[in-house]
């Protein structure tokens, strides 16, 4: 079974990250189970969502507390958040970031990828308050890992964004996969 942690803040799609990997999981035959962690935060608080992945029923059902990967789609988080809590040895940690690797202290040990999702956004839908970070990470996620393939996020994006919207996120996963290091 893998097991992933999704960190983001409110309002980025840490959240709906985990459920358009769930879906893709279900796509390629395999069984998944998604849920987060949030209460009553407002946009911008810590969040996290959990996804597992399994070639057979899942029966856990709680939070993942020893994940295989850590997708960290806001990189303010590791500084007011111990977002390496639990990870197994050893980890993968997917960081979106314009850091060099050799800059970030909380990954030792961890296999590290980074991926500058935040001008994969500003390029393709523009300067947002909040930019869409989520689908290019989640296209460093197929790459990084080879959990799943890219093109099983596909359906995935298009039903969470139907039309342009959802062609736009696609593009952005397929950037997040040729750009992550």
Same mark, same amino acid.
């Given at each position: 079974m893998m097991e992933i942690r999704i960190h983001g803040r409110g309002g980025q799609g840490a959240v709906t990250a985990a459920k358009i990997i769930g879906e893709a999981a279900i796509t390629e035959g395999k069984w998944a189970w998604k849920s987060a962690l949030y209460g009553g935060e407002r946009r911008g608080a810590p969040v996290q969502a959990f996804v597992r992945i399994?070639?057979? /029923?899942?029966?856990? =059902?709680?939070?993942?507390i020893e994940p295989d990967c850590l997708l960290i789609i806001d /990189? @303010?988080?590791?500084?007011? +958040?111990? +977002? @390496?809590s639990g990870l197994k040895d050893?980890? =993968? %940690? %997917?960081?979106? @970031?314009t850091k060099k690797k050799d800059e970030i202290e909380f990954a030792k040990g961890a296999k590290l990828a980074t991926l500058d999702a935040l001008t994969i956004s500003n390029e393709l839908f523009g300067a947002r308050s909040i930019? %869409? +970070?989520n689908t290019p990470m989640l296209g460093a996620l197929t790459k990084v890992t080879g959990y799943l393939k890219l093109e099983s996020l596909f359906e995935p994006i298009m039903k969470a964004w139907p039309g342009s919207r959802g062609e736009k996120n696609i593009q952005a996963a397929k950037l997040g996969y040729e750009y992550v290091l």
């Open positions: 399994a070639d057979e /029923p899942i029966r856990e =059902t709680h939070q993942v /990189p @303010t988080l590791p500084d007011v +958040v111990n +977002v @390496t050893p980890g =993968t %940690i %997917i960081y979106n @970031t930019p %869409i +970070v």
